[in-house]
């Protein structure tokens, strides 16, 4: 009996030593639960994928269809607007054009021979030589052949026109930043050859999840993360927000997210975009308590 009554004070003494000790971990653990963590804030607030792009951009294609000859240009390199950039085979256009030039010359032949025609008769007429009715099927030559002739030029004006939509420039400024085909591959009608994006004038295009289109406004602040300089925060406002929420475009990790959930298009302004390039996907966070200044 004296030995149970031994045993059952330690087993007493040992449960003290345990909820003595354990008992703070316990009571921590329970006000940690209870305090919003850093994650559960900036889990509150709304956040995206965005993407770099530039402001001033263009897709090089072609209004015809020709086998490339020549590529000016190469991926990563400085283009001026108006510079050429692409050569197109030209060899059926330039055909076309002197056919074109015949049809002119022979039809500017076929005008001057009716108008002297014409200018000899309406003399003649004048002096009575001749009837009206010969003057005026003379005149009905003469302006038919002046049409054929209009008709021509206009044609020759069209094939020349074609010609030099095998000539493609740049529309602006810039890099090229992608070539979709090689020197030997066929250009077709609206199909993009060469990408040209401004370098200097760039946004973040973000894709907010429809559940967070009411926690947005234009002037609103946000953060961009890039996983390619973990720790550096940029700053930036929302610019512009679209109209329509459509189908997410931007892919992420979770194919689950990215499939099922439509999206709202943000367009954000940087501080700075030091070290961000075209195509570099983002993390989005929207300041949940910051108005526009």
Do not use: C
């Not at 007493?12 to 919003?36: A, D, H, N, S």
């Not at 269809?65 to 283009?79: D, H, R, T, Y």
């Not at 099927?137 to 094939?159: F, I, P, Q, V, W």
């Not at 689950?256 to 966070?285: H, P």
Request: avoid cysteine; charge should be neutral.
């Amino acid at each position: 009996m004296k030995r149970f009554s031994v045993l059952l004070i330690l087993v007493i003494v040992l449960i003290g030593i345990v909820i003595v000790y354990f008992w703070p971990l316990i009571f921590k653990k329970q006000i940690r639960e209870k305090i919003p963590t850093t994650e559960a804030i900036s889990a509150s607030r709304a956040a995206a994928k965005g993407v770099i792009e530039s402001i001033d951009k263009a897709e090089i294609s072609s209004k015809v269809v020709g086998l490339i000859q020549k590529i000016m240009a190469a991926e990563n390199e400085n283009v001026k607007k108006g510079q050429t950039l692409i050569i197109l085979d030209s060899k059926e256009a330039e055909a076309q054009i002197k056919e074109a030039e015949a049809s002119v010359k022979k039809a500017y032949a076929n005008y001057e021979k009716d108008r002297i025609d014409y200018e000899r008769l309406e003399r003649l007429y004048k002096n009575n030589a001749i009837t009206l009715d010969e003057l005026e099927d003379t005149e009905r030559h003469l302006k038919s052949s002046g049409a054929e002739l209009m008709e021509a030029n206009a044609r020759l004006e069209y094939a020349r026109s074609l010609l030099r939509n095998f000539i493609l420039k740049s529309p602006i400024d810039g890099v090229v930043t992608k070539k979709y085909l090689e020197v030997g591959e066929v250009a077709r009608e609206g199909i993009p050859l060469l990408s040209v994006a401004n370098m200097d004038n760039l946004k973040v295009r973000a894709e907010l999840d429809e559940t967070d289109v009411g926690k947005v406004y234009v002037g609103q602040g946000v953060e961009v993360l890039a996983d390619a300089y973990p720790g550096r925060v940029y700053y930036g406002k929302i610019k512009k927000i679209s109209e329509d929420v459509k189908r997410k475009v931007i892919k992420t990790y979770d194919p689950i997210a990215w499939m099922d959930i439509n999206s709202q298009e943000i367009t954000i302004n940087l501080d700075s975009f030091e070290g961000l390039k075209i195509g570099m996907t983002v993390d989005v966070r929207f300041h949940s308590d910051d108005k526009a200044k």
